[in-house]
């Protein structure tokens, strides 16, 4: 059974998911068949970095005055192999972009297990960003992804396709600002959200064309299960 969320939306659970998509991506894929192995890669490749949870005043004033939250959490090895499944990203065609990329672990399962994909971590966070990139340094093999110093409002993404959103704490105006900034991105073609836009953010992605799926799907988190939300728009490009 579905448990619905706001207007339009329900929950619908992991294991309806997996039955409901045909084909899985090459991140989820390999997270199912492989888990211990990629727990192991993971956890070798950040064993000795220093944790980003707690960030100096500085960085946290920095946060605070762009409208954003310093609070920080992660998805889960497993959570991230749902949301890449959900997002179905092609290689050498979509730019995927985690906006509040912390200490990248996004982008290290993305290296790890879709090299192909080019991927892009935005970090306002100096000490966070830092961590991400020693922790990219440490995949040994080619790969296409990067983290970027920036504000997710600011920072030059004209390229991305996809993007993803961990901002559980983000407020409504904050929420709104990002959805006008998003509305100006030429490619994007599917926005993933833990924190459901407002009415009037809701209002101006409808305006650029886009539809929030009917169904959130709940994701694997640091501190327990949050539902995701996808806004999609065709753009006429070829699948």
């Known amino acids: 059974m579905w448990r619905r969320l706001g207007v339009g939306t329900a929950v619908v659970s992991v294991a309806q998911l997996v039955v409901r998509l045909r084909r899985p991506c090459a991140v989820a894929q390999h997270a199912e068949e492989d888990s211990n192995s990629i727990h192991s890669r993971m956890a070798h490749i950040f064993d000795g970095l220093p944790d980003v949870h707690t960030i100096p005043g500085n960085e946290e004033d920095a946060i605070d005055a762009s409208g954003g939250h310093e609070g920080y959490g992660e998805l889960m090895i497993e959570g991230t192999a749902v949301l890449l499944e959900m997002l179905q990203p092609k290689a050498g065609k979509d730019v995927f972009f985690d906006f509040g990329s912390g200490a990248g672990r996004i982008l290290v399962q993305i290296a790890l297990e879709n090299p192909l994909l080019h991927a892009v971590g935005l970090e306002l966070a100096l000490s966070r960003h830092k961590v991400a990139c020693a922790a990219l340094e440490r995949v040994n093999t080619p790969h296409g992804c990067e983290a970027r110093l920036g504000d997710m409002l600011t920072s030059p993404c004209n390229d991305a396709t996809l993007v993803f959103i961990a901002g559980l704490l983000f407020d409504d105006d904050f929420m709104r600002r ?36 009917k169904e959130a799907v709940p994701l694997q988190c640091t501190w327990g299960m949050a539902a995701v939300y996808i806004y999609e728009r065709n753009l006429g490009q070829d699948e």
């Open 178 to 213: 990002l959805a006008d900034r998003l509305c100006l991105l030429p490619r994007l073609r599917a926005i993933a959200t833990l924190r459901r836009f407002p009415p009037d953010g809701c209002m101006a992605l409808a305006s650029v064309g886009y539809d929030e799926r």
